[in-house]
């Protein structure tokens, strides 16, 4: 009877280390991208988020750690060890939340401790006199219980009655954050400005706080994936894992493709593996590389929105309505004409994140100059000369912006008014401009100016922009608090302190410059060489 005891005990405990091994594999196997693999073991992984895949053994050793307990001839013995394993159970599920389904967490935790609160019941009916410690842990667990069940309860019902029949987000924008972050943003803002959007716009600067629920948060919780098509978006496995998610799912998915994008090609799409050779995260959400692969030739027959190169409000407008196929948008724009503004943003229009930020200040901003709309800044157009008006100038500062003519006669323009100018800097690529600038871009300066000689001094004054303290607007990759906490920043920059100066860190603004001191000896000069004989000239340039 014995060896057969032990023979059936070798059952669980072979199947035991056999699920331990699968664990110890899982990571490698993924990797290799063996979906039969993850499906053989579903039971043990499919439940899990995809970081605690581990937990499924956790959860099976707890259930035969309960079924050995028995053995132990005395009850309150019994009952202790059977409420000390659950509540390790316990600690771990509210640590690590890790089924995949988030009611499931709440559902196992709520049941864990309606077990407890059962077995810590049972303990009073024992024949056992258990100690004064012991009785007061026992009481404290119980009220804990009364305590935490109904709240939990309340919880569940109060979501389940309030997502009824209707998913959370209405759009989820899925796109590369190093080449469209920035317009994803702005896409957001726009959306949320309609009244057609009566639901949640998921970004996940905004939303995402766990990377094992963004795909469940694509298959469950979302209504119309929205893909912004830029260069290198189909390069990235988490945006061709979303759109693969939502093909099998069969949501409604609407492209926006943007300037730079190249619509893919078979060749493309028969060779993907050679681009995303690690198929870690496809495996881990029971996807195939073939999986992939249609729902890229899938991609290819969406609705097309097309965005025009020179980004404005009226073409993120268009894009909009087109979007939601109607003409449900309301207009905050002031009825103020931008010739007649005091403040004017400067961005690259070559570069569409550099515009896209540009638009974001403008919206961001227009609800704190709403009693000064003069000073409300306005985005200069591409093409466009800063007004005379100009006082103010916040430049959008992103990797190669002092590159651009426009940027640069943009610039002379506001010296030469001796506008304030402050620095908003967008993304890590932007360099400021050192000593070398001076030498390496007077050529460019040359190019943009009336006054060739003046190039050199011209590019000081660029460079004595960047003496006063730069903010910082992550417009690609910052929240939505963070996004209004700094532009909250820069209005305060803006507006007039109590002496009636702009509160910058230089005390003074680009007055005087060296350009202007360079035009006016020159013009000193030419007058003495017409009026002075050539000793009297000669003294009087050495002066000078």
Not at 185 to 206: A, F, H, I, P, T
Not at 486 to 515: C, D
């Amino acid at each position: 009877m014995m060896v057969l005891g032990i023979a059936v005990l070798m059952i669980p405990i072979a199947f035991m280390t056999l699920c331990w091994h699968a664990v110890q594999v899982f990571p490698k196997k993924m990797q290799e991208g063996q979906v039969r693999f993850l499906q053989a073991y579903a039971f043990l992984f499919s439940r899990c988020r995809t970081k605690r895949y581990w937990y499924g053994l956790v959860h099976m050793l707890r259930s035969l750690v309960l079924a050995v307990i028995p053995i132990f001839p005395d009850v309150f013995i019994q009952i202790m060890m059977m409420v000390a394993v659950l509540i390790c159970s316990l600690i771990y599920g509210v640590s690590y939340r890790p089924w995949r389904v988030s009611i499931c967490n709440v559902v196992d935790t709520s049941f864990t401790v309606l077990i407890v609160l059962i077995l810590i019941c049972a303990a009073f009916f024992t024949d056992v006199d258990p100690s004064d410690s012991i009785a007061w842990l026992g009481s404290t667990a119980l009220m804990s219980v009364f305590l935490v069940v109904p709240a939990s309860l309340v919880f569940v019902m109060f979501k389940r009655l309030t997502f009824k029949n209707k998913k959370q987000f209405q759009f989820f924008i899925s796109h590369h954050k190093l080449g469209a972050g920035s317009f994803a943003r702005l896409l957001k803002m726009e959306l949320g400005r309609s009244q057609s959007v009566g639901r949640e716009v998921y970004l996940d600067c905004d939303h995402l706080v766990d990377l094992d629920v963004l795909f469940d948060q694509v298959a469950s919780l979302t209504e119309t994936v929205i893909i912004v098509a830029s260069k290198e978006f189909f390069l990235r496995v988490w945006c061709v894992v979303e759109i693969t998610v939502a093909q099998k799912k069969g949501l409604n998915v609407i492209k926006v493709t943007l300037p730079d994008f190249e619509e893919l090609d078979d060749d493309f799409i028969n060779n993907y593996l050679s681009y995303m050779p690690d198929l870690t995260t496809l495996s881990n959400n029971g996807l195939t590389l073939q999986d992939a692969q249609d729902a890229l030739r899938w991609s290819r027959h969406l609705q097309n929105i097309t965005v025009l190169p020179k980004l404005s409000n009226e073409i993120l407008t268009d894009v909009v309505k087109q979007i939601l196929d109607e003409d449900g948008l309301v207009n905050h724009l002031p009825n103020i004409t931008v010739s007649d503004a005091r403040t004017y943003i400067i961005c690259n229009w070559t570069d569409l994140e550099a515009a896209s930020t540009a638009l974001i200040l403008e919206c961001l901003l227009r609800p704190m100059f709403a009693k000064n709309p003069m000073d409300f800044p306005h985005v200069l157009r591409s093409g466009m000369q800063v007004p005379t008006t100009a006082k103010k100038i916040l430049l959008v500062c992103t990797a190669g912006v002092l590159e651009q003519e426009s940027v640069i006669r943009a610039l002379i323009s506001v010296m030469e008014m001796q506008a304030m100018c402050l620095p908003v800097v967008v993304d890590n690529g932007f360099e400021f401009p050192m000593a070398s600038y001076k030498t390496g871009h007077s050529m460019l300066v040359a190019k943009v100016h009336d006054h060739p000689e003046e190039a050199e001094a011209l590019s000081q004054d660029i460079i004595d922009i960047f003496k006063v303290i730069a903010v910082h607007f992550p417009a690609s990759t910052g929240s939505q608090t963070e996004l209004d906490t700094q532009a909250k920043e820069i209005a305060r920059r803006l507006k007039p302190s109590g002496s009636g100066r702009v509160t910058f860190s230089r005390s003074e603004s680009l007055r005087f410059s060296k350009s202007e001191s360079v035009r006016m000896s020159a013009s000193h000069s030419e007058s003495v060489r017409m009026s002075a004989s050539p000793s009297e000239a000669a003294a009087e340039l050495d002066t000078i």
